[in-house]
């Protein structure tokens, strides 16, 4: 796959003298973009390959980017998929849903509580009654097929020579990836979407490489989660905006976030080479646009551009 990388730059990055790309996943595919095209490619690849045709079943949110990309994949590929989705069926359906259900998902929601115990055998049990056979596919995609699927994008990283590279952090799948396929040289910074620590961040990535029996490379940074996840506050949204709705409000603009402090505090020598992934999720603005329309003005202080 053709990985796009372009050069940005802003008056602070020129001003620290440092050369900065942008890791444009997010335009691989106007449906499947982002880090989600690495995620299910093993499974899509196993699907197709079989003749039975499994049915794709996963997990997400009602704005999931995982649910949207896993419901295009199938339409496209011919292979049925389940979402199960957490909460009450929104009527009417919002454009996410309405997308999946477009390209035949079929959507069984689940309370919230009932979602928490999503991965408790009785309530996977509950599932097959219900719905028969079907390939059962972890919330996020995260599997470790997909960790392993994500490490390819370090060979990309490999041929770019960068010194440090950003990622955001959900399940911690994409960034487990890009630490085994990293070169050695090249420093991994971790930014969570959630509101953790960073030792609780750090625990979910030697999790996924646990799982496959690999121990933790060097060269990693992970950051602190300051904000709960999907919250968006309003510098987020004045931010959003700054920066010319480039990033996905929920993942890759705190990452930018996070990059921008880290430059002002100087933790990028000059000459620096540095890669911040776009790991897409725009489909996902729809659910949050009024909320940071709402926001934007509201924020006073300086923004950290
Ligand atoms: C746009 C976007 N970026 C980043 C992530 C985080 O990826 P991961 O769950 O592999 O940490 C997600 C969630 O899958 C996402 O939708």
């Not at 649910?67 to 590929?77: E, P, T, W």
């Not at 979402?83 to 259900?101: F, H, M």
């Not at 996020?140 to 960068?162: R, T, Y």
Request: some cysteine; aromatic content about 10%.
């Amino acid at each position: 796959m053709h990985i796009p990388s372009q050069p940005y730059s802003n008056a602070l990055i020129r001003q620290k003298c440092l050369d900065v790309s942008i890791i444009r996943l997010d335009l691989s595919h106007p449906q499947i973009s982002g880090n989600k095209w690495f995620k299910l490619e093993p499974v899509l690849k196993r699907s197709l390959a079989s003749c039975t045709r499994r049915p794709l079943l996963s997990f997400g949110g009602c704005y999931s980017n995982h649910l949207h990309a896993l419901a295009y994949a199938g339409y496209h590929y011919g292979i049925p998929t389940i979402g199960v989705v957490r909460g009450e069926r929104p009527c009417p359906l919002n454009a996410t849903l309405q997308d999946a259900e477009s390209w035949g998902m079929a959507l069984h929601f689940v309370s919230r509580q009932e979602y928490r115990n999503k991965t408790h055998p009785d309530f996977t049990q509950a599932l097959y009654e219900q719905f028969g056979d079907f390939e059962l596919i972890p919330e996020g995609g995260s599997s470790p097929e997909a960790v392993l699927s994500c490490a390819n994008i370090g060979s990309f990283l490999a041929v770019s020579d960068f010194d440090y590279v950003l990622c955001p952090l959900g399940t911690g799948a994409t960034a487990a990836g890009l630490l085994l396929g990293k070169p050695k040289n090249c420093h991994l910074i971790v930014v969570p979407a959630l509101q953790i620590s960073a030792q609780e961040a750090r625990s979910m990535l030697s999790q996924h490489l646990a799982e496959m029996s690999q121990p933790m490379p060097e060269g990693l940074t992970v950051l602190d989660g300051t904000l709960p996840y999907g919250k968006i506050n309003a510098e987020l949204a004045a931010l959003w905006y700054k920066t010319s709705r480039l990033w996905d409000p929920l993942y890759t603009l705190r990452m930018y976030q996070a990059f921008c402090r880290l430059v002002m505090s100087d933790t990028f020598p000059q000459g620096s080479r540095i890669a911040l992934f776009h790991t897409g999720g725009m489909q996902g603005v729809r659910g949050c646009k009024s909320k940071i329309e709402r926001l934007a003005p509201e924020f006073q202080g300086p923004l950290p551009l």
